[in-house]
């Protein structure tokens, strides 16, 4: 299933190119901040309170593209008739910039951390430790030579 491109819009008014210019500011304004909520979480570990917003964002990504796509097929007529709105989003695109590389960032935090824990995790349980001490027929306290696994405590609370 193959999408459509938009097509060029020859005789694209100034309104027209202004709106095109003002959607794109609103969806990226939106995914920002978006994007800004989530390192927030991801930070804070509150990882099951990002899967809903991973819908959201998904929807505003393909939003974007869309408004993207018909920018691109229109960046000519709306830089004669929209150059203060064409300026506005190149500075919007710096702080957009910011906020993917930020999140980026608490994304690969996040990962390592989880990474680590379980290594530890693994560690733990692939640990043999000696089994019970045992008293002997002549009172000597012994090991039965049995080996086990480590026993693992888990605080869910992080």
Same mark, same amino acid.
């Given at each position: 299933?193959?999408?459509?491109?938009?097509?060029?819009?020859?005789?694209?008014?100034?309104?027209?190119?202004?709106?095109?210019?003002?959607?794109?500011?609103a969806?990226?304004?939106?995914?920002?901040? &978006? &994007?800004?909520?989530?390192?927030?979480?991801?930070?804070?570990? *509150?990882?099951?309170?990002?899967?809903?917003?991973?819908?959201?964002?998904?929807?505003l990504?393909? $939003?974007?593209?869309?408004?993207?796509?018909?920018? $691109?097929?229109?960046t000519?007529q709306?830089?004669?008739?929209?150059?203060?709105?064409?300026l506005?989003?190149?500075?919007?695109?710096?702080?957009?910039? *910011?906020?993917?590389?930020?999140?980026h960032?608490? &994304?690969?935090?996040?990962?390592? !951390?989880?990474?680590?824990?379980?290594?530890?995790v693994?560690?733990? !349980?692939?640990?043999?430790?000696?089994?019970?001490?045992v008293?002997?027929?002549?009172?000597?306290v012994t090991?039965?030579? !049995?080996?086990?696994?480590?026993a693992?405590? !888990?605080?869910?609370?992080?």
């Open positions: 299933m193959s999408q459509q491109q938009p097509e060029a819009m020859s005789n694209m008014t100034s309104d027209e190119a202004r709106s095109l210019c003002q959607n794109l500011f969806t990226t304004n939106e995914l920002i901040s &978006l &994007l800004e909520e989530e390192t927030s979480l991801l930070r804070k570990a *509150k990882t099951t309170q990002i899967t809903p917003l991973n819908v959201h964002k998904e929807a990504t393909i $939003k974007l593209s869309h408004y993207m796509d018909q920018f $691109k097929q229109n000519d709306v830089r004669k008739l929209a150059p203060e709105a064409l506005k989003l190149e500075q919007q695109r710096a702080q957009f910039q *910011k906020s993917i590389e930020t999140n960032a608490a &994304l690969i935090a996040m990962q390592a !951390v989880s990474e680590r824990i379980l290594q530890t693994s560690e733990k !349980v692939s640990a043999k430790q000696g089994g019970p001490e008293y002997t027929a002549g009172g000597q090991n039965a030579g !049995v080996k086990r696994h480590a693992i405590n !888990v605080d869910t609370a992080l």
